[in-house]
């Protein structure tokens, strides 16, 4: 009796042990996942190097923090939502953001000159794949209309995703020489044409490295001339698309004083979202001219080649844009603007050779010291009708006139070391 009554006691025992260290178990568990050192290190190190990330065009002024408080409380974290299917056109399913994904394209599209009645677009992965919609839609559009492949032509200083993306979907490529301002030559640009196949133009609103923008006007005039010609324009303004319609400027990406047919915005860039994003935008004819694949399960035609799509990025573009409204990214653009002058008016004054395209964030100049390239994360080129090598810096967000003024104290304390030499 006394072995059974002791048998109950330590199993009853066993069993207390075993749920406390459970308990235990679990709560050392959640604990470890909120303190990973190689995680911890690695934010400390981003932390440290963002601010001084003057060469590429990243805005490290990022707001979201309210957004992953509204994420946690709301236990959305929880849920897998997913964005497959066309914002324009509700279907089965209920787990997305597309609703919200319709929000931001039609926001945005007045802003560069479509009609909400006229306009269809998508929440994109990056401005590469705005690219790749852009030439995608402008190919299949002209295909549709003229039954020949399209020829695209861009200038060798926009960005190299537009080079990669008519590789990848087998379409002749013409790259026409830029100026010493980063702008398709238009001249140039006529001695390419090739007259019996359409042409799918893609004007670089801000070059990659220069912020040269193609001369739109310019290069329709060369392309009047040649009426046989089938044409689809395709605008990438991955960087100055953002600020752009906030400006003087505005114009420049309004389609309706440059008639274009798409344009890629970046998500990452100006709007300051914390991962690749984007927005493509274009009309419902362009839409409508596509191949359709109607999909049975999705109750639907599904025009953009992305099937799954990110349902987070709509939503932290939609909280941006509620959070920091129209006149918010008037004055954020403002001062993107003034400081790249003054930064240029200071290097005037110090005789660095800089330069500033019109209507443009980027300043750049003779490459300084490696020393300063490093530690200011200064993007490289070199053109020889400049002088050779060069650097640039991107007036973004977080880039404060206070860290401008710390690279021009060390920009001139290396020059008076390298001049006492």
């Known amino acids: 009796m006394f072995s059974v009554i002791r048998c109950k006691k330590m199993s009853i025992l ?67 939502i997913n964005n497959a299917g066309d ?32 306009l269809w677009g998508l929440v994109t992965a990056s401005g590469t794949d705005g690219n790749n919609h852009g030439i995608y839609f402008g190919s299949k559009y002209l295909e549709k209309k003229t039954r ?45 044409l090739v007259p019996n196949r359409p042409a799918l133009m893609v ?18 005039k060369i392309l009047a001339r040649h009426p046989s010609i089938e044409v689809y324009r395709h605008v990438d303004a991955a960087l100055f698309g953002g600020y752009l319609p906030f400006t003087e400027f505005r114009d420049l990406v309004d389609r309706k004083k440059h008639p274009f047919d798409s344009i890629a915005v970046s998500g990452h860039k100006f709007f300051g979202m914390d991962e690749p994003a984007g927005i493509f935008l274009t009309t419902m004819e362009v839409k409508n001219n596509q191949n359709p694949f109607e999909v049975s399960y999705l109750n639907g035609s599904m025009p953009m080649i992305n099937c799954s799509r990110s349902a987070l990025s709509p939503l932290k573009l939609f909280w941006i844009i509620r959070h920091t409204g129209e006149q918010g990214f008037i004055s954020q653009a403002a001062s ?8 240029k008016d200071s290097m005037d004054k110090m005789s660095w050779p800089a330069w500033l395209e019109p209507a443009s964030n980027t300043v750049y100049f003779k490459r300084p010291p490696d020393a300063l390239v490093q530690k200011y994360d200064l993007a490289p080129d070199s053109d020889a009708r400049l002088g050779g090598n060069l650097s640039h810096i991107v007036v973004m967000q977080h880039v404060t006139k206070e860290r401008l003024q710390s690279f021009l104290n060390d920009l001139e304390r290396t020059r008076q070391v390298h001049e006492t030499r």
């Open 14 to 80: 066993l069993t207390a042990i075993f749920a406390i260290a459970t308990v235990c178990g679990s709560a050392c568990s959640r604990k470890t996942t909120h303190a990973d050192p190689d995680l911890d290190s690695f934010a400390k190190q981003i932390a440290e190097r963002k601010v001084n990330d003057f060469g590429y065009p990243a805005n490290h002024d990022i707001r979201l923090g309210d957004f992953y408080t509204w994420l946690t409380s709301s236990k959305l974290y929880a849920a897998m």
């Open 87 to 118: 914002p324009f056109d509700q279907h089965g399913g209920h787990l997305n953001a597309l609703s919200f994904e319709r929000n931001v394209i039609e926001f945005f599209g007045p802003h560069y000159g479509f009609d909400k009645g006229n």
């Open 148 to 192: 020949k492949k399209p020829v695209v032509y861009v200038s060798d200083a926009a960005h190299y995703s537009n080079m990669r993306l008519a590789d990848l979907q087998n379409l002749k490529l013409v790259l026409v020489p830029s100026d010493v301002h980063g702008r398709m030559i238009p001249e140039e640009f006529e001695k390419r």
């Open 203 to 220: 004007y670089a609103m801000g070059t990659t490295f220069k912020g040269g923008i193609d001369d739109q006007d310019a290069l329709n």
């Open 336 to 343: 993107l603007l003034e400081r790249a002058k003054w930064l």
